[in-house]
Structure formats: structure tokens, C-alpha cells
């Protein structure tokens, strides 16, 4: 059975820090590429990062770039996003994915998100 179970999630203050795990479960973690996408309320979901399947690669939204760090340890088949400076902007519920693609399709699968609320 296929899990990607998300935490670490809760209320901080503007400025603060939260660092969120999603630890995986039920396919083959090193060969799928990890990405954290986030919603607000009213909002489509977007992207906030993602990490190859190695780690080696990075990329990030504009409006996280230098706050929010994406590390994954595949030993533990956990993901992590290290979030700093933390704004009201911030709040959203936030989901870990994974995705491989190969010839033909692709495989994907959904956390059931945790809610980061960044208020004071």
C-alpha cells in the first residue's frame, strides 16, 4: 500500500521556522523525483519545490527561493522541507508528491496534506 504520510506542520509566528517531513512508504522512494506543492484557501496548488530522485537537482518557486530547502535521506524514504523567514503568504496547506516518469506514462502519488499557519 502506497503512503506518503506529511508532518511537522502548525502555527508560527512571521520570521519563524518549521521544518516539514514526508515519510513515504510502499514503492521504490529513490526512483521518483519529490516535489512539495501547497494550496490556500481560495487558490489553485502550486509547486514550492522539488528534488530529483538522487537529490542532486533543485528547484524552487520565485517567492521561496533562499527560505525553503528541499533535502530528501533516501536511507529513510523521507523527504523534508526546511521552511525559514516564514510570512503570512506562507499559509497554506502543504502536500508532499512523488512522480517518476518512464516510456509510455508515468506513476504518481499524493500526501494528505498538513496546514502550516504562519500568524502572529
Known amino acids: 500500500q502506497v503512503q506518503l504520510v506529511e508532518s511537522g506542520g502548525g502555527l508560527v509566528q512571521p520570521g519563524g521556522s518549521l521544518r516539514l517531513s514526508c515519510a513515504a512508504s510502499?514503492?521504490?522512494?529513490?526512483?521518483?523525483?519529490m516535489r512539495w506543492y501547497r494550496q490556500a484557501p481560495g487558490k489553485e496548488r502550486e509547486v514550492v519545490a522539488a528534488i530529483s530522485n538522487t537529490g542532486g537537482i533543485t528547484n524552487y518557486e520565485d517567492s521561496v527561493k533562499g527560505r525553503f530547502t528541499i533535502s530528501r535521506d533516501n536511507a529513510k524514504n523521507t523527504v523534508y522541507l526546511q521552511m525559514n523567514s516564514l510570512k503570512s503568504e506562507d499559509t497554506a496547506v502543504y502536500y508532499c508528491y512523488a512522480l517518476r516518469i518512464y516510456p509510455g506514462g508515468d506513476s504518481h502519488y499524493w500526501g494528505q496534506g498538513t496546514q502550516v499557519t504562519v500568524s502572529s
Open positions: 510502499g514503492f521504490i522512494f529513490s526512483n521518483y523525483a
